[in-house]
């Protein structure tokens, strides 16, 4: 099982490592290049079609998972190779692209079709990677244990990808962008090969005109996926804002801006290092109750950020070790409860298509829009607050604790037999 696992687990490290950069790093390199409003609007723009497109990219490979076993795996691991060579191929484009317009004194226009161009294909083959990835676990997992064991590897190599890359993110230097690329290409690689000959079970249908189709419509109506995407939209959102804040808050209210990076691997050392305890909590109390705790766990550790003022490095890094070791049951729980529910959705609708890939569509949809949200919330209202320090702590702080308290409020109402 631990092979399997870690097998499985692999893929998402190179797409950790492609993540922090595709975010952080390409505003600030094309900024270099064209004005930084063109640059935004350019990445607003493929990142909305990427969210768009995820339940689109769900539903087409729910219709395609439609085989043996033996052929479902070729093709999964067929269509994992396509499109991790594409978001490669794209990414090093949009990395190394500033480089070579300095030194041969292009015109703008060719930078702007190469983010927009490069960006967009990224993009997609990102999502179209996850999608069939994260749609080969709810295929593994049988039971609540495995659900828990698949979640918890996958996010371990997660964190282990973003700690990689976040030394070389600024990618200023030949050498860092040597090491960022060769970190991506080798770990693609190396998952590539681990996934090939992995099973991938299989759900043949047999067609007929009576066969019932699962959308949007089926998902909001049944109850616990509909309160699990509210809970989790909740959640994510309240993560998503101090995940927005965090350098500001280092810089305006700790005055300690140089430290931000040792924060930064401290909070994601400790999610890795609490992985296994949530594991065995799981086992024993259920995905639930763990979710409930992580996320009271992290309410009581940004509340102590209110009293922070500059100069509190200990204090910060404190926040930093419990709000890690918060991540891996506030991540990886609602992941497995999702895994859990599809299947039941599944057993419910036995002459339906697969909905797997569907309904993932729509939970990267859900999580990509958190980020938007969370940004289009945060900055404004401090902005409107007259960014002060004390303004800054109130965002940073006190409003995810009240979104963190709403969703544990509706996950609590939402459990039950037949529930969550």
């Not at 998402?12 to 505003?27: C, K, Q, S």
């Not at 495995?146 to 990689?164: I, P, Y």
């Not at 992995?198 to 109506?221: A, E, G, K, T």
């Not at 804040?245 to 305006?252: A, K, M």
Request: glycine content about 8%.
């Amino acid at each position: 099982m631990n092979a399997l696992l870690w097998r499985y687990a692999s893929l998402r490290l190179p797409l950790a490592i492609l993540e922090l950069p595709l975010y952080v790093l390409l505003p600030k390199l094309y900024s270099e290049l064209l004005p930084i409003g063109f640059v935004g609007l350019m990445l607003l723009a493929a990142r909305a079609l990427d969210a768009l497109a995820d339940p689109w990219l769900g539903r087409r490979w729910d219709v395609q998972s439609v085989l043996s076993a033996q052929a479902l795996s070729k093709r999964a691991w067929y269509s994992l190779s396509m499109a991790s060579t594409v978001f490669v191929l794209g990414f090093l484009c949009l990395l190394w692209w500033p480089m070579f317009a300095k030194a041969w004194a292009l015109e703008g226009l060719w930078s702007g079709l190469v983010l927009g161009i490069a960006s967009i294909l990224t993009y997609l083959a990102y999502s179209q990677c996850s999608i069939v990835y994260q749609s080969w676990g709810s295929a593994l997992a049988k039971s609540d244990q495995e659900r828990s064991r698949f979640a918890l590897s996958r996010e371990a190599a997660g964190l282990l990808g973003v700690m990689l890359v976040s030394v070389f993110v600024q990618a200023q230097s030949l050498g860092e962008k040597i090491a960022m690329s060769g970190l991506l290409v080798g770990f693609t690689l190396l998952a590539l090969w681990l996934f090939r000959g992995l099973s991938y079970p299989s759900r043949c249908v047999v067609q007929s005109p009576q066969v019932q189709i699962f959308n949007l419509r089926s998902l909001w109506h049944f109850v616990p996926m509909r309160q699990l995407f509210i809970c989790f939209m909740l959640s994510a959102i309240a993560a998503a804002i101090p995940a927005t804040l965090v350098l500001f808050f280092v810089e305006r209210v700790l005055d300690m801006p140089q430290a931000a990076p040792w924060f930064l691997l401290i909070y994601f050392l400790s999610a890795a290092l609490g992985l296994p305890l949530w594991s065995r909590l799981s086992d024993r109390y259920g995905h639930s109750a763990c979710w409930l705790a992580a996320m009271s766990i992290a309410i009581g550790a940004f509340l102590a950020c209110l009293g922070l003022g500059a100069g509190d490095a200990w204090a910060y890094g404190l926040v930093c070790i419990v709000t890690g070791l918060a991540l891996g049951g506030d991540v990886a729980m609602p992941w497995a409860m999702l895994l859990r529910l599809i299947e039941e959705q599944q057993k419910q609708l036995p002459e339906a298509m697969p909905i797997a890939g569907q309904c993932i569509g729509y939970w990267t949809l859900v999580g990509k829009l958190n980020l938007a949200l969370a940004a289009g919330i945060a900055l404004p209202l401090w902005q409107w607050l007259g960014e002060g320090t004390q303004a800054l702590s109130l965002i940073y702080a006190a409003l995810p604790c009240a979104l963190k308290a709403l969703s544990m409020i509706w996950l609590i109402r939402s459990r039950g037999p037949g529930a969550l």
